[in-house]
């Protein structure tokens, strides 16, 4: 079974500043993707960035960069240069296998509250 | 518009009541998924579709709860004598086809069963 972890249910950051969502996974296939998604209020799910378990280099989608450690199994979520419009639920995500759409695992989220 | 779709976006039933809920994928779009996402929590899987074929049904959480997506293009889901418990938002989420990891979501229908 893959299960997903997400132990930060609110985080505050100052605006402009850079801020780590935590994520941990649990899985037994030895391929399989990473995937963080944004939730503003609004409700729509919104891709940011996706990692692969053999991609070799961590991820980054411009402010957005994913800090994959597969040994210890997490893929934490860094926003640099945070801005108001970043506040909003954030939601990492597992798929099996590796490229492969199929049905992703969430997390329970983090809400992310920038302050000016 | 170009994103995915889906109508109403928001849904009152009576306990017992049918509810039918609509997702439009982007065009062309092979792969679609149905989730079900309680107040705060994470999206739940549901049920997927590889055009017309229904290829995963696990996350259905019971009888009660049905998809179809005859033309591979729309997708329906039906969700029959509603319960409290059903209450939810239903995100719709479709990508290009089995070897694109990208899921779009569409802004989700808002189930509340009274």
């Known amino acids: 079974a893959q299960k997903i972890t997400q132990t930060q249910p609110g985080m505050f950051v100052q605006e402009k500043e850079a801020v780590t969502l935590d994520c941990t996974y649990d899985?037994?296939?030895?391929?399989?993707?990473l995937f963080w998604y944004k939730q503003p209020s609004s409700g729509e799910m919104i891709f940011l960035i996706y990692?692969?378990?053999?991609?070799?280099q961590n991820a980054t989608e411009g402010r957005y960069s994913l800090n994959f450690q597969k040994a210890r199994k997490s893929a934490n979520l860094v926003i640099s240069a945070s801005q108001l419009g970043d506040s909003a639920m954030y939601f990492c995500?597992?798929?099996?296998?590796?490229?492969?759409?199929?049905?992703?695992?969430f997390g329970s989220g983090t809400q992310l509250t920038v302050l000016p | 518009g170009a994103g995915v779709s889906q109508s109403p976006r928001y849904k009152v039933a009576k306990r017992g009541q049918d509810v039918a809920l609509r997702c439009d994928p982007i065009?062309?779009?092979?792969?679609l998924f149905w989730y079900q996402q309680a107040l705060g929590q994470g999206p739940e899987f549901l049920t997927y579709f590889q055009n017309e074929a229904q290829l995963d049904k696990s996350g259905l959480p019971s009888d009660r709860f049905f998809a179809e997506r005859p033309e591979g293009s729309v997708s329906t889901l039906k969700i029959q004598r509603t319960q409290q418990e059903d209450s939810a938002v239903y995100l719709c989420a479709s990508s290009l086809g089995p070897g694109n990891y990208e899921q779009y979501f569409g802004p989700g229908t808002r189930l509340t069963v009274t």
């Open positions: 899985t037994s296939d030895q391929s399989y993707g």
């Open positions: 990692q692969g378990s053999y991609d070799e």
């Open positions: 065009s062309g779009h092979v792969s």
């Open positions: 995500a597992l798929t099996k296998p590796s490229g492969s759409a199929r049905q992703l695992t």
